[in-house]
Each structure stands twice: as C-alpha cells, then as structure tokens.
C-alpha cells in the first residue's frame, strides 16, 4: 500500500514486464487521496530502511550516528552500547569492544557529546548560506563538465542513427527497383532496425539526462529559506527523522581521539520554497 502510485493519482501498467519494457504511467487518471510529497517522502524512507540498504539494527537503534562513525586508527565501524544498565551510553570501536584495548587505542566515546556536537557543527558549519552557496557552485561547475560530455555522446547517437536511416532509405529503394528480393534483405533490414531501436532508447535516456543536468539555481532567498528550514528539521524533528536526515548527505564520522572528521555531501535540492526534498549532488567536504 505504501508503495502503490494509485493513491496519489497515477496508475501504472507493465510493472514487471518479461521484455524489460518501461512501465507506462497515467498522471491525474483518478482523483488522489495522498500528496504526492509525503508518498515520496515514505517511499524515501522506506528506501533507506530497506535490508540491502541498511541493516535493520542500524535503522532500529536508538543512537543517532549508527552506521555512520568509523575508527581513524584501524578503520573498523564504531558502534552505540550502553553501560551501567543504560544510565550512560558510549561509541566504542568494534575492534576495541571485541578484542580488547592491545588491538586499537581508541577511547570509549560519550554517544551524548559526540551527537550534540555533530549536529552543532551540521548546522553551524554545514547548512550556512555561504557554504552551500559554494556548493552549488561546485556542484554546477561539475555538472556542466558533465554535460558536454553527455552531448557530445548523444551528438555521436544522432550521427550514427541518421548513418542507419541511410542505409535503410537504400535498401527500401533497392526493394522498389526490383533490383533485390526481400527475403535476401530480411536478415540486414531486422539487424539495422536492431541497431536504431538499441540506439534510439540510448538517445532516449541522455535526452532525460540532459533535460535533468544542473542544479537550480537559487537566489540568496530561497538560499536562506532552504537553510531556515533545514535548521528548523534539525531542532524539530525526532530520532528517527533526524538520523534520515542525516544519512541523506553525511558520508562518514571517523574519530581519533578527540578529533572528529567528517565527510558530507551537499545538501542540495531541486528548490521549492513549500517542500523538503533532498535528492543528493555528489560535492561534499569536511
């Protein structure tokens, strides 16, 4: 029920077709009874709390940086426990924890400070207009790299998809003239529409990317509104909103010590000022 696009107005056929064929979709072809923006947001959330995307143990804890906190001395994942019947809670490196301290000389990590400061330092240093501002910029800059790679492919597609219309229009006057039977040019006719549709479906697929290439722009409004409510989910939101917000842009924590590292992707979203979506711009930073 949770993943069925009916409920927000849209019905889809062909789901599972044995030919790997695209599933058709009709917009608007019965009246919705769920907004769209909250079945994405569940079926975002169901993503993430998939067992081949994260473990349930990660998803289920209460310690909001599980999965995330990794060991600077030996590389291995810290992990939440509790001690003195749950009165104080701690991220201990698996080696540590396991093996004891000859294996790793990492410290026994307070779970409270360290997720009271990490999201001090997200809000404080990670979610600023001038940061993402920067972000954006980079983020733009890669994508337009991208870009004229991704043209210069789909210029090649076109060269090659009209070379084919050629050689078909040559055969198909070949047919016309008599001077050759069909069933002697069956076999190449089937292999050169082979071709095209191969490639047409390709040509297809860049025109998407294409239509879908850069990060909006945005204005130093919509900048600081975006930061605003970003902050807001930030003090608002529970556990587990908090840790999928989280683990929608922070890559990893690794600890050493009392030094804390941490690397994020931007926060970055196709702008609309009345929604939080957060689909994520590979450019990040510590």
Not at 143 to 156: L, P, T, W
Not at 250 to 271: C, G, H, Q, S, W
Request: proline fraction near 4%; charge should be positive.
């Amino acid at each position: 029920m949770l993943s069925n696009e009916v409920y927000t107005g849209t019905v889809v056929w062909g789901r599972n077709s044995k030919r790997n064929l695209e599933p058709i979709r009709v917009t608007n072809s019965c009246e919705p009874i769920i907004d769209k923006q909250i079945f994405d947001t569940v079926k975002q959330i169901l993503k993430q709390r998939a067992p081949q995307v994260t473990h349930p143990r990660i998803t289920s804890s209460h310690f909001l940086l599980s999965g995330l906190t990794r060991c600077a001395y030996c590389g291995r994942p810290m992990t939440g426990c509790n001690a003195k019947s749950g009165h104080f809670s701690y991220y201990v490196c698996q080696s540590l924890r396991r093996h004891g301290a000859q294996t790793c000389k990492a410290k026994y990590i307070p779970a409270p400070k360290l997720e009271k400061q990490i999201l001090e330092k997200i809000s404080g240093n990670i979610l600023t207009e001038d940061n993402l501002r920067e972000l954006l910029e980079l983020s733009n800059q890669e994508m337009d790299k991208a870009f004229e790679s991704v043209k210069c492919e789909q210029n090649i597609l076109d060269d090659k998809i009209t070379d084919i219309d050629y050689r078909l229009s040559n055969i198909y006057k070949a047919i016309e003239s008599g001077n050759f039977d069909l069933p002697d040019l069956s076999p190449r006719l089937k292999e050169l529409h082979k071709q095209k549709a191969l490639l047409s479906t390709k040509q297809t697929e860049l025109k998407t990317t294409i239509s879908e290439y850069k990060v909006s722009n945005m204005s130093p409004e919509q900048i600081a509104f975006y930061i605003k409510d970003l902050k807001e989910l930030l003090d608002e939101a529970e556990l587990g909103e908090l840790k999928a917000f989280i683990r929608n842009f922070v890559k990893e924590i690794r600890i050493r010590d009392n030094e804390v590292t941490l690397e994020y992707f931007a926060p970055i979203a196709e702008m609309n000022t009345n929604k939080r979506v957060l689909p994520i711009v590979q450019n990040g930073g510590r």
